[in-house]
């Protein structure tokens, strides 16, 4: 082919509530701290990769005159020398391996072509899952898993196979039964061999369904690179022999062989700019495809390369993954073009920054991330609007909050009541079928979302009444930051309306919207007239620098500094604003609650701490995110999925504010995360019963209170995230009351 594909359509929403890995033009940490050590090295040769595939040295029978393994590092090994060491380098561990609860089982099965080795991965006895596939009469989903390598190598022992295998386990409870297909690296070995160990692999865990603790009717098969090729064969010919898997999870699949399809524009571009070694460009997969086929790729039979012509119809949903520094990722996009084409259930993501195999990366958040998107896979039905259970980095559920009986303020508790209440209750059912994702956060192409979404959510979000009257004084200004000016709103009540002429107290208030969307105005500005209409008090809107996605885009620390200069300027105008610089509060919603909480610690550090903090469905913990407590899990159940912000799509904001991984970047950026709260300032904490951003703010009332800080904690019953920013709800009264009441508990000439 000389032209270059289309890209392929990101979709606007996964089917199952998991975040899509927006395109970052590079590589993301922790790869891009070791490019440099391959750079210098070319692509690899075709001379090279044939010396490896023909390997001299192996005699009939498939020894080597020297001993070693056919297909091993001494057969010809495609790298040499510096180079190899380069790669090694370039792949070893980033980490420590991750912590898995799932036993291993080595078996022998029978095959056409002699024994077949498998393993069998099942969650440790009396393990409870984060994600759990639903059970029906005890058994759970399972998965048949085959591992890359090319055709020539890998092994169950590799990441791609063991690591995969016990993440899937510990994460949902299936079963995962990872095979050892024979491999074509002796000169004899070609196809079909390798697929017909994949079928009869597939065949005996289906007779043996019940005693793996598998539920037949919910068998996936599954594979990456090569393995992801016999995986989506014999998902063709369990279609065709009235055996068809459940579902085909596919990561970074190799199906194209005498057609192979152009990059994109967009990949090709980023191919020729990556380290050359980690190419596969086209003489190379050619070889690869051939020594597969063990004879021209033209001759090739539909399994064994489904993407060159083969009928699609019927073939089962599919979730293909793709890598966005990769040359297969044109065979993977092509697929899921195809598969839609033939009308499949398909879902395509695109894995940010990361090269080809990147499964075999031990210790990178950004596997584990593609293990949570697989895992949401297994914990779903594997049809749209399934739906799915958070994704959770705590193995347990947290105990149940205990909240007070009364706050401190006199208001009313609302007791939590497990379901939403008037008015949400009327309109929820509106968002039934539709989940949130990344696709909705940061969509490349707003009109390509579907517009029976954008109809439905328009509806839920329509003013249930007009907004509140209000009397307050605004004001815009700008407060001087190390980046630039910061946009600030000044609400003030009139002085007409004012009992005392004393200065008095100030909230600096910090907007939410996932660190990346929001601004002074809308919910907020309501929030601060209605505020201000309550108690007498200064309040300061910030218009903090959102985040934006990509290596040159704005992460952590832009957005915390912008607030911690506004906070300051308002300290340093109190005069001039009317304000008591003594009792200078900070508060914030959802993100914008994680950023007041990063300026309060950082005021305590320096020596003027903040009056008090106020907070409203508060986000702020990166990694790990506390688990939810089982009531809370219950809830976020029956709670439709466009208003979801389960762990795995917080993980996306939070890697946006954070510009990578959200781990080690201080206690400023995630203060849930902070080793010391001590000497925190009194803090408000209000949560949503019918939210999954409820864990963190629960989580970090108990840290508080453990710290020895004043903390008192609120849970609003029957309401979603961000309640407040529907116009005209009633519930908004009561929600500006109880923040107006902590403003009214000290200061000079202010009720207590």
Same mark, same amino acid.
């Given at each position: 082919?000389?032209?270059?594909?289309?890209?392929?359509?990101?979709?606007?929403?996964?089917?199952?509530?998991?975040?899509?890995?927006?395109?970052?033009?590079?590589?993301?940490?922790?790869?891009?701290?070791?490019?440099?050590?391959?750079?210098?090295?070319?692509?690899?040769?075709?001379?090279?990769?044939?010396?490896?595939?023909?390997? %001299?040295?192996?005699?009939?029978?498939?020894?080597? @005159?020297?001993?070693?393994?056919?297909?091993?590092?001494?057969?010809?090994?495609?790298?040499?020398?510096?180079?190899?060491?380069?790669?090694?380098?370039?792949?070893?561990?980033?980490?420590?391996?991750?912590?898995?609860?799932?036993?291993?089982? !080595?078996?022998?099965?029978?095959?056409?072509?002699?024994?077949?080795?498998?393993?069998?991965?099942?969650?440790?006895?009396?393990?409870?899952?984060?994600?759990?596939?639903?059970?029906?009469?005890?058994?759970?989903?399972?998965?048949?898993?085959?591992?890359?390598?090319?055709?020539?190598?890998?092994?169950?022992?590799?990441?791609?196979?063991?690591? *995969?295998?016990?993440?899937?386990?510990?994460?949902?409870?299936?079963?995962?039964?990872?095979?050892?297909?024979?491999?074509?690296?002796?000169?004899?070995?070609?196809?079909?061999?390798?697929?017909?160990?994949?079928?009869?692999?597939?065949?005996?865990?289906?007779?043996?369904?019940?005693?793996?603790?598998? !539920?037949?009717?919910?068998?996936?098969?599954?594979?990456?690179?090569?393995?992801?090729?016999?995986?989506?064969?014999?998902?063709?010919?369990?279609?065709?022999?009235?055996?068809?898997?459940?579902? =085909?999870?596919?990561?970074?699949?190799?199906?194209?062989?005498?057609?192979?399809?152009?990059?994109?524009?967009?990949?090709?571009?980023?191919?020729?700019?990556?380290?050359?070694?980690?190419?596969?460009?086209?003489?190379?997969?050619?070889?690869?495809?051939?020594?597969?086929?063990?004879?021209?790729?033209?001759?090739?039979?539909?399994?064994?390369?489904?993407? !060159?012509?083969?009928?699609?119809?019927?073939?089962?949903?599919?979730?293909?993954?793709?890598?966005?520094?990769?040359?297969?990722?044109?065979?993977?996009? $092509?697929?899921?073009?195809?598969?839609?084409?033939?009308?499949? %259930?398909?879902?395509?993501?695109?894995?940010?920054?990361?090269?080809?195999?990147?499964?075999?990366?031990?210790?990178?958040?950004?596997?584990?991330?593609?293990?949570?998107?697989?895992?949401?896979?297994?914990?779903?039905?594997?049809?749209?609007?399934?739906?799915?259970?958070?994704?959770? @980095?705590?193995?347990?559920?947290?105990?149940?909050?205990?909240?007070?009986?009364?706050?401190?303020?006199?208001?009313?508790?609302?007791?939590?009541?497990?379901?939403?209440?008037?008015?949400?209750?009327?309109?929820?059912?509106?968002?039934?079928?539709?989940?949130?994702?990344?696709?909705?956060?940061?969509?490349?192409?707003?009109?390509?979302?579907?517009?029976?979404?954008?109809?439905?959510?328009?509806?839920?979000?329509?003013?249930?009444?007009?907004?509140?009257?209000?009397?307050?004084?605004?004001?815009?200004?700008?407060?001087?930051?190390?980046?630039?000016?910061?946009?600030?709103?000044?609400?003030?009540?009139?002085?007409?309306?004012? $009992?005392?002429?004393?200065?008095?107290?100030?909230?600096?208030?910090?907007?939410?919207?996932?660190?990346?969307?929001?601004?002074?105005?809308?919910?907020?500005?309501?929030?601060?007239?209605?505020?201000?209409?309550?108690?007498?008090?200064?309040?300061?809107?910030?218009?903090?620098?959102?985040?934006?996605?990509?290596? @040159?885009?704005?992460?952590?620390?832009?957005?915390?500094?912008?607030?911690?200069?506004?906070?300051?300027?308002?300290?340093?105008?109190?005069?001039?604003?009317?304000?008591?610089?003594?009792?200078?509060?900070?508060?914030?919603?959802?993100?914008?609650?994680?950023? $007041?909480?990063?300026?309060?610690?950082? =005021?305590? %550090?320096?020596?003027?701490?903040?009056?008090?903090?106020?907070?409203?469905?508060?986000?702020?913990?990166?990694?790990?995110?506390?688990?939810?407590?089982?009531?809370?899990?219950?809830?976020?159940?029956?709670?439709?999925?466009?208003?979801?912000?389960?762990?795995?799509?917080?993980?996306?904001?939070?890697?946006?504010?954070?510009?990578?991984?959200?781990?080690?970047?201080?206690?400023?950026?995630?203060?849930?995360?902070?080793?010391?709260?001590?000497?925190?300032?009194?803090?408000?904490?209000?949560?949503?019963?019918?939210?999954?951003?409820?864990?963190?703010?629960?989580?970090?009332?108990?840290?508080?209170?453990?710290?020895? *800080?004043?903390?008192?904690?609120?849970?609003?019953?029957?309401?979603?995230?961000?309640?407040?920013?529907? *116009?005209?709800?009633?519930?908004?009264?009561?929600?500006?009351?109880?923040?107006?009441?902590?403003?009214?508990?000290?200061?000079?000439? *202010?009720?207590?």
């Amino acid at each position: 082919m000389t032209d270059f594909a289309p890209p392929t359509p990101q979709p606007a929403a996964t089917r199952d509530g998991v975040g899509l890995d927006p395109l970052a033009g590079g590589f993301l940490p922790p790869y891009a701290e070791r490019l440099d050590l391959i750079r210098p090295f070319p692509a690899l040769s075709a001379e090279a990769m044939g010396a490896a595939l023909l390997d %001299d040295g192996a005699d009939a029978g498939g020894t080597r @005159d020297d001993g070693a393994e056919p297909g091993g590092r001494a057969a010809g090994a495609p790298f040499g020398g510096d180079a190899l060491a380069a790669m090694d380098a370039f792949g070893a561990p980033f980490g420590e391996a991750e912590q898995t609860r799932a036993t291993a089982e !080595d078996r022998e099965i029978e095959g056409p072509h002699g024994p077949i080795p498998v393993r069998v991965y099942r969650p440790e006895p009396g393990w409870r899952p984060p994600a759990p596939s639903p059970a029906a009469g005890g058994l759970r989903a399972g998965l048949v898993w085959y591992h890359g390598g090319a055709f020539i190598g890998g092994d169950l022992d590799m990441p791609e196979a063991d690591a *995969v295998a016990r993440g899937l386990a510990t994460r949902t409870g299936a079963t995962i039964v990872s095979i050892a297909y024979r491999l074509c690296n002796d000169g004899l070995t070609h196809h079909p061999v390798p697929h017909d160990d994949a079928w009869a692999a597939y065949l005996w865990t289906r007779e043996h369904a019940a005693e793996l603790g598998i !539920d037949p009717g919910r068998l996936a098969v599954g594979g990456a690179s090569a393995g992801a090729n016999i995986a989506a064969g014999f998902a063709l010919r369990g279609r065709d022999d009235g055996a068809a898997p459940w579902q =085909a999870l596919l990561a970074y699949p190799l199906v194209h062989a005498e057609h192979w399809p152009a990059p994109s524009g967009e990949l090709a571009a980023r191919l020729a700019d990556m380290p050359q070694i980690l190419r596969f460009p086209t003489d190379i997969m050619a070889l690869i495809n051939e020594n597969y086929l063990g004879g021209p790729v033209r001759d090739a039979p539909p399994y064994a390369f489904v993407g !060159d012509g083969a009928d699609l119809t019927g073939y089962p949903p599919t979730y293909i993954e793709n890598c966005e520094n990769d040359d297969l990722r044109a065979s993977g996009e $092509a697929f899921a073009r195809q598969l839609t084409e033939a009308g499949a %259930d398909v879902e395509v993501v695109t894995c940010a920054g990361v090269p080809h195999g990147h499964l075999n990366a031990v210790g990178s958040p950004l596997t584990s991330r593609s293990l949570d998107r697989f895992a949401a896979r297994l914990s779903a039905g594997g049809q749209k609007g399934s739906a799915c259970a958070p994704a959770l @980095d705590g193995a347990d559920a947290a105990p149940d909050f205990v909240y007070p009986a009364a706050t401190r303020s006199g208001l009313p508790l609302r007791a939590g009541e497990g379901a939403f209440i008037p008015p949400f209750s009327d309109r929820a059912p509106l968002l039934e079928g539709f989940t949130r994702n990344e696709g909705e956060l940061f969509p490349e192409d707003p009109s390509g979302i579907d517009p029976a979404l954008l109809n439905a959510f328009a509806q839920y979000s329509a003013p249930w009444g007009p907004d509140e009257d209000s009397h307050c004084l605004t004001r815009d200004a700008e407060a001087p930051g190390p980046n630039g000016a910061v946009p600030v709103r000044v609400y003030s009540p009139r002085p007409d309306r004012l $009992a005392t002429a004393a200065p008095l107290p100030a909230l600096v208030w910090i907007h939410g919207g996932g660190f990346f969307q929001g601004d002074v105005n809308g919910p907020d500005d309501s929030f601060c007239k209605g505020l201000v209409e309550r108690v007498d008090a200064v309040v300061v809107s910030v218009g903090y620098r959102l985040c934006t996605p990509g290596p @040159d885009g704005v992460h952590y620390p832009v957005p915390h500094e912008d607030c911690w200069a506004a906070f300051t300027w308002v300290r340093e105008h109190a005069d001039e604003l009317g304000a008591d610089p003594v009792h200078v509060a900070v508060g914030g919603g959802s993100a914008g609650a994680n950023l $007041a909480c990063g300026v309060a610690l950082r =005021a305590r %550090d320096e020596g003027r701490p903040a009056w008090q903090v106020v907070l409203y469905c508060p986000l702020v913990h990166g990694r790990p995110f506390p688990p939810a407590s089982e009531e809370l899990r219950a809830c976020a159940a029956r709670t439709p999925g466009m208003l979801r912000f389960p762990p795995d799509l917080t993980a996306v904001m939070n890697s946006l504010y954070a510009g990578g991984d959200p781990s080690g970047l201080g206690d400023y950026a995630f203060p849930g995360n902070a080793a010391d709260l001590t000497s925190f300032p009194p803090t408000y904490i209000e949560n949503c019963e019918m939210d999954d951003v409820r864990a963190s703010g629960e989580a970090f009332a108990r840290q508080l209170s453990e710290a020895g *800080v004043d903390v008192e904690a609120v849970l609003i019953a029957g309401v979603p995230h961000g309640h407040i920013g529907l *116009v005209g709800s009633p519930l908004n009264a009561e929600h500006y009351a109880r923040m107006a009441a902590r403003l009214k508990t000290a200061g000079p000439g *202010v009720p207590g």
